[in-house]
């Protein structure tokens, strides 16, 4: 069974960063063809804020491109999202996403992440 944790999240001011975690507990992280972060915002649609395939090629939301990076350690069976920046429109519950070959998806828990003025 996969199991995906993250961790991370927090309070922070504008202008702040905050790196969130997401750590595959089962398994290996290289059967995932890509992985990605995810957020949702209450009474919004999860919206895709950057994702990153097996052989390393990122996209990000037009919203958080030069602000956010993503990174995945294979060795360590995890997936990062470095957030500079932030702002009260990056205040969400963001989730971890892992899609294999045969296009399962799974998702973590989700982590708090909330922006104050």
């Known amino acids: 069974q996969v199991q995906l944790v993250e961790s991370g999240g927090g309070l922070v001011q504008a202008g702040g960063s905050l790196r969130l975690s997401c750590v595959l507990f089962s398994g290996n992280i290289f059967r995932f063809n890509a992985m990605g972060w995810y957020r949702q915002a209450p009474g919004k649609h999860r919206e895709l804020v950057a994702s990153?395939?097996?052989?390393?090629?990122?996209n990000y939301a037009d919203s958080v491109k030069g602000r956010f990076a993503i990174s995945r350690d294979n060795s360590k069976n995890a997936l990062y999202l470095q957030m500079n920046s932030l702002n009260a429109d990056d205040s969400s519950c963001y989730y971890c996403s892992a899609a294999d070959s045969a296009s399962s998806t799974y998702w973590g828990q989700g982590t708090q992440v909330t922006v104050s003025a």
């Open positions: 990153i395939s097996s052989g390393g090629r990122i």
